[in-house]
């Protein structure tokens, strides 16, 4: 069954396109960049190197010390990620039903949504161990 790649690509497509003008570019183009270059894998091996230096350009170059709420929070969202995305593959082209284009639309919506929730949590413990380690050094 070959459409469950295609599907998780078509959502990471739509995920990356969403409109950032109004945000701060930079660190929302290292993330759409993320999501196309893990949508441009396909069934390719994973690249570790690769990730890596998509995560250094997104600015996480610390260690991150996550509290148990941040995990638990983390862990919530990827949940709900998880269960749009199987919703989205169920209804892909010849899957198992149909969503309508406004329910779709929405569903990408909370995808987003749940992303950069999530990538806040990452982004709000990077700050910290950055800090950190300035706090470290002087």
């Known amino acids: 069954m070959n459409s469950k790649p295609q599907a998780a690509r078509a959502s990471a497509?739509?995920?990356a396109s969403v409109d950032t003008s109004s945000e701060t570019?930079?660190?929302d183009s290292a993330y759409a960049d993320v999501i196309r270059a893990i949508a441009g894998h396909g069934d390719q091996p994973l690249d570790i190197h690769d990730i890596c230096r998509h995560r250094?350009?997104?600015g996480f170059t610390d260690d991150l010390a996550l509290t148990e709420c941040?995990?638990?929070a983390i862990n919530t969202r990827l949940y709900g990620l998880s269960a749009i995305s199987a919703l989205l593959m169920g209804?892909?082209?010849g899957g198992a039903f149909k969503l309508s284009k406004w329910l779709q639309g929405g569903l990408h919506?909370?995808?987003y949504a749940l992303t950069e929730d999530a990538q806040g949590v990452l982004q709000r413990a990077n700050e910290r161990a950055a800090e950190a380690?300035?706090?470290g050094l002087g």
């Open 13 to 15: 497509k739509a995920a």
């Open 91 to 93: 209804a892909d082209d």
């Open 25 to 27: 570019s930079r660190v």
């Open 109 to 111: 919506s909370a995808l």
């Open 133 to 135: 380690r300035k706090g």
């Open 56 to 58: 250094r350009a997104c």
């Open 70 to 72: 941040e995990a638990q």
